[in-house]
């Protein structure tokens, strides 16, 4: 590294300046009078220019000195801003995520579980959403659902989402298990408020008439359905994500296999281009968990 000035004579040389008065630079630097004027001379000697016109009760500025400060001044500035990152980034060990609560308690409950115990140092605060998000600025991740053909820009697909459709184990239609698509027009349906497209889309799969929504159960939670669903009120289809759990543990089964792409997506959106160690890790997790649900 090349022979620079020492970092004290430089801030003395733009406080100085900014004041046109030792004086009153030694009062924001805190320290004395004299101390200011020996580091300015320091570096004028450093330099082998003077920088000031000491006049009896004032300074000014000589042509070098005009000259130098703007440069002085920036690299000050810099350093400061990237000491102030460092120290703030060092700090935050909090990442904020605003999820909608059916993806939160189903997926990334467990998401957060594995990333706690590898990272006990860091803490995740979840913003639960039913149909929007939280204001922008609250979160450093914001996972949203969104129409395939609409997503945000600078959001990121986590993953290719199916649909499912469960019931509970034993469930029944007429007195028989349900087994066969055309017992779904007679089946009690879980109708979840607000996506009409999922039976929609069941009923082009098995190439049935439209499933009417007369008479069923509906809500506008996604696991408030699929707990209707465990409890044997009905059967429902919703994203595979969503449904996941309770078919790993049996509380609700596939009555007949299917494979309908989900026009509603999860996506992930990500606050800041250079983001705090923190978030920058969890982000990081969040991506890799997602890429191992679609696998």
């Not at 979840?126 to 949203?144: A, L, M, N, Y």
């Not at 543990?249 to 494979?259: K, Q, S, Y």
Request: glycine share 4%; with cysteine.
């Amino acid at each position: 590294m090349k022979n620079l000035p020492h970092l004290t004579f430089l801030r003395s040389f733009e406080a100085a300046a900014r004041h046109l008065s030792f004086t009153s630079a030694s009062e924001e630097l805190n320290c004395t009078q004299s101390a200011v004027s020996n580091h300015v001379r320091s570096l004028e000697e450093f330099i082998g220019r003077p920088l000031f016109v000491r006049l009896p009760r004032s300074l000014s500025l000589t042509e070098v000195g005009e000259a130098y400060l703007p440069s002085v001044r920036h690299a000050l500035q810099e350093i400061d801003t990237a000491t102030e990152s460092l120290i703030s980034q060092k700090r935050k060990r909090e990442v904020v995520v605003s999820c909608p609560t059916s993806l939160a308690s189903m997926w990334l409950a467990g998401v957060l579980r594995d990333f706690t115990a590898a990272h006990p140092d860091v803490q995740v605060k979840v913003h639960g959403t039913v149909w929007s998000d939280v204001d922008e600025d609250v979160s450093d991740i914001s996972i949203t659902m969104n129409y395939a053909e609409d997503i945000p820009h600078g959001a990121v697909q986590l993953w290719a989402e199916r649909l499912v459709l469960v019931c509970a184990p034993g469930f029944e239609v007429d007195g028989e298990p349900l087994s066969r698509p055309e017992q779904l027009s007679q089946a009690q349906r879980i109708q979840v408020l607000g996506r009409p497209v999922y039976w929609e889309l069941v009923a082009k799969h098995f190439d049935l008439p439209p499933l009417v929504s007369a008479g069923q159960h509906q809500t506008d939670v996604s696991t408030l359905a699929l707990e209707l669903a465990a409890e044997g009120m009905g059967c429902v289809a919703l994203p595979r994500a969503v449904v996941l759990p309770y078919l790993q543990r049996g509380l609700v089964v596939e009555p007949m296999a299917t494979d309908i792409v989900n026009p509603w997506v999860y996506c992930a959106k990500f606050k800041d281009r250079t983001p705090a160690p923190a978030v920058k890790l969890f982000k990081s997790w969040l991506l890799n968990a997602a890429t191992r649900l679609e696998g």
